[in-house]
């Protein structure tokens, strides 16, 4: 293991309901230290974005939460934990998919695009003090080895995509790496480099889309998303205007 802290210490889990709120359990009733990570081959009422649920096909995918305890960042940063974890995902793919013709993205709010269809989707749950992130629960999930989905969910996998199975075990130590690398630049105070390296690998970045506002369909131009985490748009007026994610749906 080439990390200093992030998956030193990994508790798995044969079955569980959700890895991230094993953890928030766990951070709950009993010391935990930074880094550790909850891992299962089988959950099975995962959560996503919204309060939708993440299907994964069981002994198949990636699917762990990792705890942090990020005390520098305060409320209104909170989404820099969204772009690290982002960035360390984007990499992760690099690594594994080199010499083929493919276009890895971060869609906001919290997924990971290869060749506009979805390969892993994030999970972040806070406990704050004081104004200040006391501790962070990072869930991640990741399509591997699984090769059909629901034609709904828009997805794909790195079997998919390579044509070949991984060992879910060989992947673990690689995808630390680049979580604890990103994690380090966040903790030194780079998070401008940070922000810069995620818009370069936003999703429709300068572009126009489609999306659903209050049950309407609108056509903006993504410019990019605040440090609060908010969508900066642009409509075909020039008009700006920023959307949390609880107000805009992609289309």
Partial sequence: MDTLFVGRNVIYLPKVESTNSYAINLLKNVKVSEGTVIHTNHQTNGKGQRGNAWHSEKDSNLILSVIFKPSFLSIQNQYYLYQFVALALHDFMSQIVVNRQIDIKIKWPNDIYINSKKIAGILIENIVANKRIEQSVIGIGINVNQTQFDERLNATSLSNLCNQ???????????????????????????QVI????????????EFSNFEINGLLKNYKITGVSESGLLNLTDENGEMKSFDVKEIKWH
């Fill in 195 to 206: 922000n810069g390296k995620y818009h370069h690998a936003l999703y429709k970045i300068n």
């Fill in 165 to 191: 199975s991984f060992d879910l075990k060989v992947l673990m130590p690689l995808l630390f790496a680049q979580i604890e690398k990103y994690y380090l630049l966040l903790r030194n105070g780079k998070q």
